[in-house]
T-cell receptor, first 116, second 115 residues
Framework: AQKITQTQPGMFVQEKEAVTLDCTYDTSDQSYGLFWYKQPSSGEMIFLIYQGSYDEQNATEGRYSLNFQKARKSANLVISASQLGDSAMYFCAMSLVGSSASKIIFGSGTRLSIRP | EAGVVQSPRYKIIEKKQPVAFWCNPISGHNTLYWYLQNLGQGPELLIRYENEEAVDDSQLPKDRFSAERLKGVDSTLKIQPAELGDSAVYLC?????????????FGPGTRLTVT
């Protein structure tokens, strides 16, 4: 069975510092995708970054990077030079790739608060 | 390019009443998802459509929930009758396909309050 675990319910970080949000996953499949989404107080889920299980390099998108450690089954999100607008809920998610019956599951989220 | 559109944004109903939510996905996206999100939790998949076919509805409480996507474009999610525990945000999302390699784009959600 697939499972996503986010162990940090909340985090406080000083503006301009880097922050790492933890995510571990569990699946017996070899082909899967890992996603991070941001959900500000407005409620809309915003896609941030994607990592495929066969991608050898860690994904990067601007200030976001995904620290993918396949053997440890972790997919941590790193935000560099945090900004006040980064304050939001962050969700890690996983899907199986190439399966019409793929399940998409989300973790319980981490609430990130950036201090000025 | 327009994003995923949902309506209404907010709905307050009394228990035992019916309610319906509407979603229009991004043009060209074949896969449409309905999620339920309780306060402080991640979204939980209710149903996934590939074009007009419901390919995963295992988490949909079929005694009171129903959904349709008749022409493979927009979709409606219905609850009849609503219960107090149905109060949540209902999110619609779409993606190019459902094979898991493409990100999903979410609508703003419908916040349902059942009194």
């Amino acid at each position: 069975a697939q499972k996503i675990t986010q162990t940090q319910p909340g985090m406080f970080v000083q503006e301009k510092e880097a922050v790492t949000l933890d995510c571990t996953y569990d699946t017996s499949d070899q082909s899967y995708g890992l996603f991070w989404y941001k959900q500000p107080s407005s409620g809309e889920m915003i896609f941030l970054i994607y990592q495929g299980s066969y991608d050898e390099q860690n994904a990067t998108e601007g200030r976001y990077s995904l620290n993918f450690q396949k053997a440890r089954k972790s997919a941590n999100l790193v935000i560099s030079a945090s900004q006040l607008g980064d304050s939001a809920m962050y969700f890690c998610a996983m899907s199986l790739v190439g399966s019409s019956a793929s399940k998409i599951i989300f973790g319980s989220g981490t609430r990130l608060s950036i201090r000025p | 390019e327009a994003g995923v559109v949902q309506s209404p944004r907010y709905k307050i109903i009394e228990k035992k009443q019916p309610v319906a939510f509407w979603c229009n996905p991004i043009s060209g996206h074949n896969t449409l998802y309905w999620y339920l999100q309780n306060l402080g939790q991640g979204p939980e998949l209710l149903i996934r459509y590939e074009n007009e076919e419901a390919v995963d509805d295992s988490q949909l409480p079929k005694d009171r929930f129903s959904a349709e996507r008749l022409k493979g474009v927009d979709s409606t999610l219905k609850i009849q009758p609503a219960e107090l525990g149905d109060s949540a945000v209902y999110l619609c999302a779409s993606s190019l396909d459902g094979q898991g390699a493409y990100e999903q784009y979410f609508g703003p959600g419908t916040r349902l309050t059942v009194t």
